[in-house]
């Protein structure tokens, strides 16, 4: 098996990781939302539109 962050061998000590660095890489992926799984509840789907329009810089007017 290999590691799925680095592809080197595991170690038993960290399976199915090969060091606690690649253990921990994977866990920041799971904690700033990379592994997020996509929702399908409408709610949500709404929440996301919302967020983004207000992310999303107004556009600038021309001079």
Request: charge should be negative; hydrophobic fraction near 30%.
């Amino acid at each position: 098996m290999t590691c799925p962050i680095c592809n080197t061998e595991t170690v038993q000590k960290y399976r199915p990781f090969c060091s606690r660095r690649c253990a921990d890489v994977d866990l920041a992926k799971w904690m700033n939302g990379t592994y997020a799984t996509p929702s399908r509840d409408p709610d949500d789907i709404e929440a996301a539109i919302e967020a983004a329009e207000k992310a999303t810089p107004a556009p600038e007017k021309p001079h």
